[in-house]
Every structure is written in C-alpha cells, then in structure tokens.
C-alpha cells in the first residue's frame, strides 16, 4: 500500500492577482516545485488538482497526474473532493495533502507527516506556537467523511477539529516554513515572481 500526495493548486488567487500555480520559484512554476516536494518525499502517485488557468498551468509544466477541477471556483473543498476521488481506484492507504501556495515546504516535513501510515491515520503538521496548517494526512478510511465535510473555500479542516485527538500532530517549523502566500507582498520574502 502507497502514500499519495495530493497538491491542491485549482484557485485563481483572487487576493494575490493571479493563480499562484503560475508563480515562477528558483526557475521553475510553483506547481512544478510543490510537486516535486511530495515525489521526493516518496509519495506515490503524485496527483495534482488544477483548475482556474489549468490549460496555461499545463502548457508551461511537466507535472505527474493531473485531475482538472471545473467547479474550482466554488472552493478548496471541491478541489480536495476531485483529487481524493482520482485516488479512489488505486491501493493507496493514506494521502499527504498541501497547498501550492507553501515555497518553504520540504520533503523532510512532509516525511514525518506521512510517518507511520495506517488507513485510519490522520496527522497535521504544526508550526510556530502549534499552529497547525499543511501537510495534512488522510488515511483512506477518513476519505468518506472528509469528502462530506469539505464545502467551499474549507477543505479538510473542519473534518480533522472533529476527530480530535485522534489527529496526530507533528512539529515541523525546524525543517520547513509553513507559510501559505496569500498576497503579494508575502511572495517578496520567497522571490516569488510571475512568470
């Protein structure tokens, strides 16, 4: 049994201006770079949910599965419902999922998020003063309930507060940043530019 990634890259970026998946970091689109976070990380398969600009995101990528979101305006929520559906077929037993928005991600973090998979797992990585945000873990079990939670703009949040202390939470502000980059000035501090 594998661990998936799962990158949510669908949104149009409506506070920042643009699409963040076509932002250009260290000569390669942001997507580009998300992705290949969760590959080195060992995740298999990689699938990445596209949708505001998705044809432009494709034309200017190399990227591994790909599942196109036409309802990505309604929210992260539909864009976590396609791609936990893409994964649906396979045998995988957990999915790790984040943002596209997160440059200062690692391999490493998402590593001891997806440490000790079972299909009832679920973790959260947390940062500066416990603040949780992404990766998160999906054990497939869990996919049924977090695909009725996840409306709108929330994805599997509300679903994860409702579990508790089943929700393993693991520290990872020494080895990445979990800044989600929202506006442009945020993308300054990562040299984030578009492309």
Not at 118 to 144: E, I, N
């Amino acid at each position: 049994m594998a661990t998936a990634g799962l990158l949510l890259a669908a949104g149009a970026g409506r506070r920042f201006g643009m699409p963040k998946a076509l932002l250009s970091y260290r000569g390669q689109l942001l997507v580009e770079h998300a992705a290949a976070i969760l590959t080195a990380a060992g995740c298999q398969p990689v699938v990445v949910v596209l949708g505001a600009q998705a044809d432009q995101v494709r034309a200017h990528t190399r990227l591994p599965g790909v599942v196109v979101n036409d309802d990505w305006a309604t929210g992260m929520g539909s864009s976590l419902r396609a791609g936990l559906s893409a994964l649906t077929s396979g045998t995988i037993e957990a999915a790790v999922v984040t943002l596209v928005d997160m440059p200062g991600l690692t391999p490493e973090a998402v590593r001891r998020v997806a440490r000790d998979v079972t299909a009832d797992s679920l973790a959260a990585a947390t940062y500066q003063d416990g603040r949780r945000g992404h990766p998160v873990l999906l054990g497939r079990d869990h996919w049924p309930g977090v695909v009725t939670a996840a409306t709108g703009d929330r994805g599997a949040r509300d679903y994860l507060r409702a579990q508790g202390d089943a929700v393993r939470l693991v520290p990872c502000a020494d080895v990445a940043d979990g800044t989600d980059v929202d506006l442009p000035a945020q993308a300054a501090r990562f040299r984030l530019t578009s492309s």
